[in-house]
Nanobody, 126 residues
Framework: RVPLVESGGGSVQPGGSLKLSCAIT????????MGWVRQAPGFEREGIAA???????VYVPSVEGRFTISKDSVENTLSLQMNDLKPEDTAIYYC????????????????????WGRGTQVTVSS
């Protein structure tokens, strides 16, 4: 497992923006996939965005066009820029990673990955 630490959550009004970050500690390498998984109250965890070893990103339809996932391979950090936030985006957001992964076609697979952070709360409310 790869230690992951999220930061950047908080409260914002609808239409606002937040940026989440995830620091990978204790692992240096280029062959891994990373993603963001969220869990809203009363719902199961949902993989919403993922990026593979080559930098290709995929999103679920509910966030595509509003959220942008990116990674810094030198600093070993992952980010999620969230714009035009909606109340239904309220959830705990987790960073997830899978070592020795090169491609990801569907972000929903991230719920099965082996490394997780503890999560950061995002609340969207007026």
């Amino acid at each position: 497992r790869v230690p992951l630490v999220e930061s950047g959550g908080g409260s914002v009004q609808p239409g606002g923006s937040l940026k989440l970050s995830c620091a990978i500690t204790g692992f240096r390498g280029s062959k891994f996939c990373m993603g963001w998984v969220r869990q809203a109250p009363g719902f199961e965890r949902e993989g919403i965005a993922a990026i593979d070893a080559g930098g290709s990103a995929v999103y679920v339809p509910s966030v595509e066009g509003r959220f942008t996932i990116s990674k810094d391979s030198v600093e070993n950090t992952l980010s999620l820029q969230m714009n035009d936030l909606k109340p239904e985006d309220t959830a705990i957001y987790y960073c997830a990673a899978e070592p020795y992964c090169t491609e990801v076609a569907d972000p929903r697979v991230a719920i099965h990955w082996t490394s997780w952070g503890r999560g950061t709360q995002v609340t969207v409310s007026s």
